[in-house]
């Protein structure tokens, strides 16, 4: 980028690095109109620190050192050792009334981090240990909001690192192309005889679909360990956008099991994310019920 270039890259800030996407630009829902008003604007104040960070970290043109150092001003900041990083300090001053852990926040610092030194990935295993800083994070601390108990966090976490997967997946061809960055595990492309230049080519060879197909079927044994997710958690309406993504993730394994992401779009469009999300609304109406006689014995006993 020639502005880049052109200025001191020591000079820049995360602000100058943005995409200018917004939580309504996502593949999932992120506090949808189906949360409670109360917990949007902690969330969204969430969404927009990790939003900035992985803008940072995914920049195509500033340099490593420029985005890992933008990364420590946002961890400092977090910690509340410094105020250099405004939406570091926005989601800091969002957590402290509540009295919620910074943790989640920092765990995303890791994540990112790693996305700037860390090109590639041995195996699935090391995709998961990746996936526990990125992805399951963001779930837990939805839960913390919404004073939900750690007992559904392994549900949660299948169904994060579900849906991390399916995003690698699907931009698999960019993110080579664009940042070097390859999450398909190292050992499955070359178990398909492959290397990562598969990955720039305009359709996918067999080999290649199979190695997708593969990992879209392991991904959809994370999707399936998280159905119990929903019926875990109390708050009715956070159990409601639950079910709606996990609606949305199986379909996205299932396009995944038959498309071709390197020439065929994977992603919903927005008519398509709708009627998922109303035949998901459909399918959990019958256990509200339950839920309501649920809350009433938790308030009588």
């Known amino acids: 980028m020639k502005m880049l270039g052109a200025m001191a890259q020591e000079n820049i800030g995360a602000a100058e690095l943005a995409s200018g996407k917004g939580h309504n630009d996502e593949n999932f829902p992120v506090a949808s109109f189906l949360l409670h008003p109360r917990h949007r604007a902690v969330i969204l104040a969430f969404y927009r620190f990790a939003r900035a960070a992985d803008d940072v970290a995914d920049h195509a043109h500033a340099d490593a050192a420029t985005k890992l150092a933008l990364l420590d001003e946002m961890r400092a900041t977090i910690k509340g050792e410094s105020n250099a990083a405004p939406d570091a300090r926005r989601l800091r001053d969002a957590l402290e009334p509540?009295?919620?852990?910074?943790?989640h926040a920092l765990d995303l610092i890791e994540a990112f981090s790693r996305d700037v030194t860390k090109l590639r990935y041995a195996s699935w295993d090391e995709l998961m240990d990746y996936c526990r800083y990125s992805a399951m994070p963001v779930g837990r601390f939805v839960l913390d909001v919404h004073g939900e108990t750690k007992s559904a966090w392994?549900?949660?976490?299948?169904?994060?690192?579900?849906?991390?997967?399916?995003?690698?997946?699907?931009?698999?061809?960019?993110?080579f192309r664009s940042l070097n960055r390859v999450y398909v595990p190292q050992d499955c492309l070359a178990a398909a005889g492959l290397t990562v230049e598969a990955l720039d080519e305009p359709k996918a060879s067999l080999a290649l679909k199979g190695v997708i197909r593969s990992l879209a079927e392991r991904t959809g044994e994370l999707i399936s360990q998280a159905k119990p997710f929903a019926a875990q958690i109390r708050d009715t309406r956070l159990a409601l956008e639950v079910s709606v993504i996990q609606r949305l993730a199986e379909d996205l394994r299932e396009r995944l099991i038959h498309c071709d992401p390197l020439s065929q779009r994977v992603h919903h469009r927005r008519g398509e994310t709708l009627l998922l999300a109303l035949s998901s609304i459909a399918r959990f109406v019958p256990s509200l019920p339950q839920r309501f006689l649920a809350r009433s014995h938790r308030r009588t006993a």
């Open 98 to 103: 509540l009295g919620l852990s910074n943790v």
């Open 154 to 175: 392994p549900a949660n976490d299948a169904l994060c690192a579900g849906l991390q997967i399916i995003n690698h997946l699907q931009d698999c061809a960019n993110d």
